[in-house]
């Protein structure tokens, strides 16, 4: 149950936040190859990772209320 609210609030992000998280976390790319394959920079990388995690927790905040 926990892990299908997960996946719900991930399908909710915004492509290319969803992107770059999945890669990194998922696939265990790391932040250079991870740009390389969305073909931005290592700081944009580092940033949508950021805001991916951010919105991703305020999203699951939300659907525990």
């Known amino acids: 149950r926990e ?3 997960v996946e719900d609030a ?4 915004p492509a290319n936040l ?4 999945l890669l990194r ?7 250079g190859e991870t740009a390389q394959a ?6 944009a ?7 991916a995690r951010k919105q991703l927790a305020a ?3 939300e659907r525990q209320k």
């Open 3 to 5: 892990l299908r609210r």
């Open 25 to 31: 976390t998922v696939e265990g790319l790391s932040q």
């Open 18 to 21: 969803r992107e770059t998280l």
């Open 45 to 51: 990388v580092e940033t949508r990772l950021h805001r």
């Open 59 to 61: 999203l699951l905040e």
């Open 10 to 13: 991930i399908l909710r992000l």
């Open 38 to 43: 969305l073909g931005v920079t290592a700081k």
